[in-house]
Each structure stands twice: as structure tokens, then as C-alpha cells.
């Protein structure tokens, strides 16, 4: 109960600091959509960027893209999708709203047993027998279960029939797959070597979203890495470490996540897990690694009719190589970010002091210049306009130096600097640490470089 209060802060810390605010609000909103204000979209912004580092910059054998959202509406049955990316789902004939079948046993049943591997017929036969009501009527009278595409469809040209019918994509990974030849022989890539790309994606989810956890358009990072059959456990297992890694090395605490091996493999999957994250709502999927075997390039081969194949250029041999896929959804990992950072501390005088203890790397600003009083901002807007080519700075002279740091720590500020009347003297101001609260005082030429050296992920 207490952490679900947290979310709430959250939320509401998010819309008047400028993080996140309700997607088309002054229209009463629109259900499961949300705006980056100026301090989430920075936010956000980072958090893409230390991924794209970790899987991309850093790694010499894997290789971005910036796929089209609107595919050939082929690649959907190639992948599956038109026949059965669907949601099981059943509505109330009181009050007509709709509700996912799994989600109302899960939100029962807490762990006892997985609605993922159960049929249409035993979810209802569950749900009967729990007596499993309403949410938002409180009644118990349900249609049966149907299964619910999540594809959001549009058309193309100006004749809207079934021959200009395309999709939304609802995952990043088909546009990885279409390219593979592609970037393989451009790149000149030896197997084994990835594809990552971050993008948007669309799912028609009509659950209540939990803020950002699920929403109808969110952006994935991904990776697809490429490799030879039986190699595959071995890059399964690295992509677990590299994915655990990465969200430790962002400051998110080990004892706030697990693995969770999946209970129901898809028929062509050799393994499958999830990182979870202790949510203010409990344990739920944060990333997702599956060892896919070549069932995705085999599909688009067969669909394609253009061979996926890939030449050993060493042996000669020819095979359609196996896919491990690491995704993580961007607002999701926002999410946790907020989530995992947000601290409520007591001061020595009794107030309380809400402070965001996010990764320097990942902070909206790493620096805000505050002036003591007003009549020194002249000398604060020179401060400004030295860091600013460098970080991404915030400028504050409004309130009280107490009000202004509270501010600053609301956000994930990670380093303060004031600007005083020493200043004028000697070109010195006051650095003050986020954590610590502790100020030092250092030359005004010497900040780009600390600050620089603070920040790095
Ligand atoms: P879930 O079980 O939560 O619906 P999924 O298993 O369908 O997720 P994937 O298709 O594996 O998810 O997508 C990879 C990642 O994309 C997820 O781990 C999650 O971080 C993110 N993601 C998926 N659906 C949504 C959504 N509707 N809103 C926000 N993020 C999402």
C-alpha cells in the first residue's frame, strides 16, 4: 500500500516538474497515452542515449537502424502477428467496459497459477469458480473470451479496402530482421555480430496503463544478435548478463530485480526470460531475452521468397542463422528510473526532502546555476553560457536558495552551483552534491572538467 502511494508522488512530482503530463489533457486526456514535458523528454532522451551506448557504440560487432513504422503489411504475417498477436479478452455486460481475461486471474491469483498457459475455456472456468467481478462495475457478468489483435490498423492511398489495409508496427524487431542481409553485406558483418535499433511501437492494449508501464505507443530498445546454431546458449546467457549489467551500472538496486524464466515457450523457442522490476504494483516484466532459434529469418525467407541465408566466407557453409533478442521499452526503464530513484530523506531540522537519485549520466540537468540574490545574474548568465556548450543546464534565480536547491533535488539535479558575492572577487563559486548536500568551493574555469568527470556512464 505504501509503495502504491509512492506511485501517486510519482505522478503527480512528474506533472509539476515538468517530467510527465497525461497525453491530450486539456481534452479530458486519451486513456494510456502520455507527453514528456522539458524535464522527462531529457529524461528519457539519456536514458536512450547510455543504452545506445552500452549495445551499440561499445560493442565493434553490432550495428544500428532507423526502420520505417509502416512495413509491408507481409512482414506481419511472416511474423506472425495478423494470426495471433491477440490479448484474451471479455467484457463486462453491465457496464460494457473491457478486460483482459489474464490480467483479472493474475491480479487474483498472485503467483499461483499462470494465465499464460491456460486455454480460453479454463480462464472462464477460473473466473467462475473465483467469482472474478467487474473492476469497475463490481458485477460478475461476462461474454466469453475472445482473442483481441493488438495491431492498431490504417490504411494507405485513398481507397480504404482490405488491399490498402497496414499496421502500425507493434515491435521494433521485424524492421532488425528485414535488414539483415542488408546491414550483413554493407557493413560487411561477420556472423556473429547484432542489429539494435530504438523505435516506436503500437499496441491496442486496453488495460488500465499504471502510468507509464503500459501504454498504446512506447518506443523499444533492441537487440538482435546473429549467430550460428549452437552458439546460441552461449549468446542467450551473455545478453542476460549484458541486460542485468546494464540496469545495475544505471544505479538500479540488485535486490529490485530477478530473472523469470517464461512458463510457456512459443514452439520455435529454445528459451525465454524476463528481468522483472519491483513495481510500486509488484514484480512485473521490466526486458524481455528469448533465444529465438532461426525462426524469424526462416519466416521471412519463406514469406519473402529472398534467401536469408548467410555465406561463411571462410568455409562456404550456408545456414539461416539464430536470433537471441534483448528488448527493453524505453518509457518502461523511465519508469523503473523514476521509480528507483525517488527518496523521501528527513533533514537534521525535520523537513522532509524529495530527492531523485538518478545516475548522473541519465539526470535531466547535470547542473543548475542559481544566483544568491538577483543582482548577481549577471555574473550567473556568464556561468551559464561557459557550461552550457557542454551539459545541459538549468538557470534559476527565483525563491529562496533553499527552495531553489529543493527544486534542483526533485528532479535529479546532480550538481548545484552558486553564484555569491565571493564570485565578483575571485571567480569562484560553491559546488553543492546532490547526495551529500556537501558545497565545495571551486574556480569557475575549473567546472566543465569536474563536472565532466562526474558524469560519465
Ligand atoms: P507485456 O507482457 O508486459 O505485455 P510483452 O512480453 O508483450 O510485454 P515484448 O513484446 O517482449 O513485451 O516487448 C518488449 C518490451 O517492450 C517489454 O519488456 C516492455 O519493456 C516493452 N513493452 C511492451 N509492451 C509495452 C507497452 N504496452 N507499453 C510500454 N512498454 C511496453
Known amino acids: 500500500m505504501e509503495k502504491l502511494k509512492n506511485l501517486d508522488k510519482i505522478v503527480n512530482l512528474c506533472k509539476t516538474r515538468g517530467i510527465i503530463f497525461a497525453g491530450s489533457e486539456i481534452y479530458g486526456g486519451m486513456g494510456n ?3 514528456y514535458g522539458p524535464v522527462g523528454v531529457e529524461l528519457k532522451n539519456n536514458i536512450k542515449r547510455a543504452w545506445w551506448k552500452r549495445f551499440v557504440q561499445e560493442c565493434p560487432t553490432s550495428f544500428g537502424v532507423d526502420a520505417a513504422i509502416l512495413m509491408n503489411p507481409r512482414v506481419w504475417d511472416a511474423s506472425g502477428h495478423t494470426a495471433s498477436f491477440s490479448d484474451p479478452k471479455m467484457d463486462c455486460k453491465n457496464c460494457k467496459s473491457r478486460c483482459r481475461a489474464d490480467n483479472l486471474i493474475s491480479a487474483h491469483a498472485k503467483g499461483k497459477v499462470n494465465p499464460d498457459t491456460m486455454t480460453n475455456e479454463q480462464m472462464e472456468a477460473y473466473i467462475a469458480e473465483h467469482h472474478l467481478c467487474c473492476p469497475n462495475c463490481g458485477k460478475c457478468d ?6 483481441f489483435n493488438l495491431m492498431f490498423e490504417t490504411s494507405r492511398g485513398v ?15 521485424q524492421g532488425e530482421f528485414v535488414n539483415f542481409l542488408n546491414v550483413q553485406r554493407s557493413m560487411r558483418a561477420k556472423v556473429p555480430f547484432g542489429i539494435a535499433q530504438i523505435g516506436k511501437a503500437f499496441r491496442n492494449e486496453i488495460t488500465p496503463g499504471n502510468f507509464i508501464f503500459r501504454t498504446i505507443e512506447f518506443e523499444q530498445m533492441e537487440h ?7 552458439d546460441d546458449q552461449k549468446f542467450y546467457d551473455l545478453f542476460k548478463q549484458k541486460a542485468f549489467d546494464f540496469l545495475t551500472d544505471l544505479g538500479i538496486k540488485k535486490e529490485n530485480l530477478r530473472f523469470k524464466d517464461h512458463d510457456k515457450l512459443a514452439h520455435y523457442a529454445k528459451a525465454a526470460c524476463d528481468i522483472q522490476y519491483n513495481y510500486p504494483m509488484g514484480w512485473d516484466e521490466l526486458n524481455g531475452i528469448h533465444n529465438r532459434s ?11 521468397g529472398k534467401s536469408m541465408e548467410y555465406t561463411d566466407p571462410f568455409t562456404g557453409e550456408k545456414f539461416v542463422p539464430n536470433v537471441i533478442e534483448y528488448s527493453i521499452g524505453a518509457d518502461r526503464l523511465t519508469l523503473v528510473v523514476l521509480c528507483d530513484a525517488y527518496d523521501e530523506e528527513t533533514l537534521e531540522n ?4 524529495v530527492v531523485m537519485h538518478f545516475h548522473p549520466a541519465i539526470a535531466p540537468f547535470k547542473v543548475a546555476i542559481l544566483p544568491l540574490q538577483k543582482n548577481l545574474s549577471e555574473k550567473a548568465k556568464q556561468v551559464y553560457s561557459k557550461l552550457a556548450p557542454h551539459f545541459m543546464c538549468d538557470y534559476d534565480e527565483a525563491g529562496s536558495i533553499g527552495k531553489r536547491y529543493r527544486r534542483q533535488d526533485e528532479i535529479g539535479t546532480p550538481f548545484c552551483v552558486t553564484i555569491d558575492f565571493e564570485t565578483l572577487e575571485n571567480d569562484t563559486v560553491t559546488i553543492r552534491d ?3 548536500m556537501k558545497q565545495e568551493r571551486v574556480n569557475i574555469a575549473d567546472l566543465p572538467q569536474l563536472i565532466a568527470s562526474k558524469i560519465v556512464f
Open 224 to 230: 538482435q544478435q546473429f549467430c550460428r546454431d549452437g
Open 350 to 353: 525535520g523537513e522532509t526532502r
Open 159 to 173: 481507397v480504404d479496402d482490405s488491399s490498402s489495409k497496414i499496421y502500425l508496427r507493434p515491435e521494433t524487431a
Open 142 to 147: 461476462w461474454t466469453p473470451i475472445r482473442q
Open 294 to 304: 532461426n525462426y524469424d529469418l526462416s519466416r521471412h525467407q519463406e514469406f519473402s
Open 33 to 35: 497515452t502520455w507527453d
Open 434 to 436: 546532490r547526495d551529500s
